[in-house]
């Protein structure tokens, strides 16, 4: 759990003020001033927001930001606008349109064009949205324009959903479902892979294809409706339920 310890709020109004922040202090900056809702056990921050602090830095429009039993103990927070932020606590980085943060339950949402998370590495973009459940391990990419780089493998796909493990205090992902209506796209250093629906198991070292499929590696190029790509041995084996559908495609590349 991040909890920030707000001494005091540093709030400017149109001027120049400058200030180094100690440790364990968090340093929050705003143009348009804060309002608090007591009742609500909520406060706005407005315009050219800023927070700095030693767990997550915030750039943002406007913050909304929940709280518990006082305004130190925040529960959520809510960010519009040019939103960008960097947590060292979760080694994350993203920008976006929109940002929630449940700070307690550990989740991530951010959404809007041209939309970013960073995490160790792997990388996630989306002109929709980008979820991360820290707590549980898993994530989903959701929207046009939507990636996943990670290991020297892109993932272009309307929609990618994953689950991560933890190993020696880092997330590398385990397993990865991607579908899409017209046709997703994995690429690997040497394979260039195509279908509509595609599920990885690293515990199987192993990427299945389904419909669609076309396996593209160096002038070999093979089309059926279901395709197997052996990760570990660099194999792969492409077949139909018709079995006229299997296509090859050999080009001389010596020429």
Known sequence: MIKFLLFF????????YAASRNAGETEVTTEDGIEVFQEEKYYLLKKNVEILSDDFDLNAQLVKIFFEND?????ELIANEDVSFISSAYNVNG???YLQFEIKT????VSGIGSELKL????????????????RGSF????PNSSLISDNTIIISSKINGIFEMIDGKRNISIIEVEDNNIAN????????FSKKA???KNKSIIELFEDVKINRGGEIITGDYGIFNTNKKSYKVSSKDTKKVKAIITNTNE
């Open 9 to 16: 709020f540093i709030i400017i109004f149109n001027s120049n």
């Open 71 to 75: 305004l130190y103990d925040m529960r």
């Open 140 to 143: 989903s990419i959701e929207g």
């Open 120 to 135: 160790e590495n792997t990388e996630m973009y989306s002109d929709g949205d980008i979820r991360v459940d820290n707590l």
């Open 199 to 201: 599920v990885y198991e």
């Open 106 to 109: 550990q989740k991530i949402h």
């Open 186 to 193: 994995i690429k690997t250093d040497d394979i260039d892979m």
């Open 95 to 97: 920008k976006g349109d």
